[in-house]
């Protein structure tokens, strides 16, 4: 019954920002945690961001280091992307994820997935 649903994506510039939102439906728990992932054609789906619920804690992808935010809003249920100085690297689909216990760096970790959202970055 959880559902997460992902927006914002969309077309920049290199230089540009973008910020994605995730909005988490259904039964909820207090110790988990959200990530963001992303999946280029014919690439793997790597960690950008993920956040602990409760704590507020982060870990991000070392590429994505002083450019990108991962911050939730709790009232909200919902986990934002603040992509700040987009790189044309950066194209990909974004998608979502939670999962039970702290925030890990591995999809495979993450049971609950959003549908993904498109960011393209041109140069």
């Known amino acids: 019954q959880v559902q997460l649903v992902e927006s914002g994506g969309g077309l920049v510039q290199a230089g540009g920002s973008l910020r994605l939102s995730c909005t988490v439906s259904?039964?909820?728990?207090?110790?988990?945690?959200m990530g963001w992932f992303r999946q280029a054609p014919g690439k793997e789906r790597d960690l950008v961001a993920a956040?602990?619920?409760?704590?507020?804690?982060?870990l991000y992808a070392d590429s994505v280091k002083g450019r990108f935010t991962i911050s939730r809003e709790i009232v909200k249920n919902t986990v934002y992307l603040q992509m700040n100085s987009l790189k044309p690297e950066d194209t990909a689909v974004y998608y979502c994820?939670?999962?039970?216990?702290?925030?890990?760096?591995?999809?495979?970790?993450?049971?609950?997935w959003g549908q993904g959202t498109q960011v393209t970055v041109s140069s």
């Open positions: 956040i602990n619920w409760s704590s507020g804690n982060t």
């Open positions: 994820a939670a999962k039970f216990g702290r925030a890990g760096y591995f999809p495979s970790e993450y049971d609950r």
């Open positions: 259904g039964r909820t728990y207090s110790n988990y945690a």
